[in-house]
């Protein structure tokens, strides 16, 4: 794996290569202390992995991946905790490291480098995890990252400005959208049936017209999404 | 007070001499060119520069096993962006203790 390590600190960039070091397999290309040099880089270069530092100067991590056409996998590095949620948007961030990075906690990212699929931009994020390897997300609530299974799940209801996560035990309503919850659940479980709501078609307990039995809640189901419905369903 | 120490850097190298010295060499160079950037900016009430600072700092503090004021230097990093200077003594302190340290080696 080839990468690059852009961090505007230089013990931070020493202590990444020490750690890459340990893994015959990966290979340091460059260290960049700033952002703007490494975009100019990965013009004219490709890379398998890059190490992110979110703090730098003018220029942030996430502004970084904003700006280059297709990121590749990135590992971030902070030493701050606060911005895991935020990196769970971005589907070329892997893992997250905190600073100071242990030996341990680097092995494991280094793992799950290597079981990740390629960041591409004309692949979601759905059909890259399907329900068999994936099955969880996480979700922040009071700055709490809560993890919910999938098979839990029954239905997902778009509130405004939030969704509403039912499961079997607990309610969860959180600040974001339809869509983006749409992309991290497993296609094979999940169906939206109506342009606010979601639901786990394994949950199903029986079907009307232009509605589904979910536990106790009655779903809508749209004119448009019927069929699709009606394709999942092991019909006698 | 908890002192400085090098258990990280000596983690980090194993048998590598050489890579010890080097993050020796780095820490030696960087750390009074940060805290001096620190001081600046303070100095000049800019607090919001001065919190990111202090930020960058956190690293070094934490890479040199000072896991108490780890949280002291977090939270004087929320007084800064609070434009509080709450904690600023401690934080100087551990600077302080940091560049002994550093000096020494």
Do not use: W
């Not at chain 1, 099955?135 to 009071?142: A, C, L, S």
């Not at chain 1, 079997?168 to 606010?196: A, G, M």
């Amino acid at each position: 794996m080839k990468c690059i390590i852009i961090d505007d600190e230089a013990m931070a960039r020493a202590i990444i290569a020490q750690r890459i070091s340990n893994f015959p397999e990966m290979e340091v290309l460059e260290e960049f202390s700033n952002a703007m040099h490494a975009i100019k880089y990965l013009n004219q270069n490709s890379v398998d992995v890059i190490f992110l530092d979110i703090h730098m100067p003018d220029f942030t991590g996430f502004d970084f991946i904003q700006t280059i056409k297709n990121p590749p996998k990135v590992i971030l590095v902070t030493s701050d905790k606060n911005f895991a949620i935020e990196a769970f948007e971005y589907e070329c961030i892997v893992d997250y490291l905190v600073k100071p990075i242990s030996e341990e906690r680097f092995e494991k990212a280094v793992q799950k480098l290597k079981s990740a699929k390629v960041p591409s931009k004309t692949i979601t994020s759905k059909e890259e995890t399907p329900s068999d390897t994936v099955n969880e997300f996480y979700v922040n609530i009071d700055r709490r990252l809560i993890k919910i299974e999938f098979n839990t799940v029954t239905v997902v209801e778009a509130k405004g400005d939030y969704i509403l996560i039912k499961t079997d035990n607990k309610n969860y309503t959180v600040h974001s959208t339809l869509k983006k919850i749409e992309d991290k659940l497993p296609t094979d479980l999940f169906l939206k049936v109506h342009r606010s709501f979601i639901i786990n078609t394994k949950k199903i307990i029986d079907i009307e017209d232009n509605s589904v039995l979910i536990a106790k809640d009655v779903i809508p189901v749209s004119r448009a999404n019927r069929p699709e419905l009606m394709k999942r369903l092991n019909l006698l | 007070m908890e002192q400085p120490n090098l258990n990280y850097i000596n983690e980090l190298s194993g048998n590598d001499e050489s890579f010890k010295q080097k993050m020796i060499a780095i820490v030696k160079s960087e750390l009074p060119q940060e805290i001096e950037n620190y001081r600046s900016l303070l100095e000049s009430q800019n607090f919001k520069a001065t919190a990111e600072m202090v930020h960058k700092l956190k690293h070094k503090i934490s890479v040199l096993g000072l896991e108490k004021s780890y949280y002291i230097a977090e939270q004087f990093e929320d007084n800064l962006k609070q434009s509080s200077i709450v904690l600023q003594n401690e934080f100087e302190e551990i600077l302080n203790s940091m560049q002994n340290f550093v000096d020494d080696l």
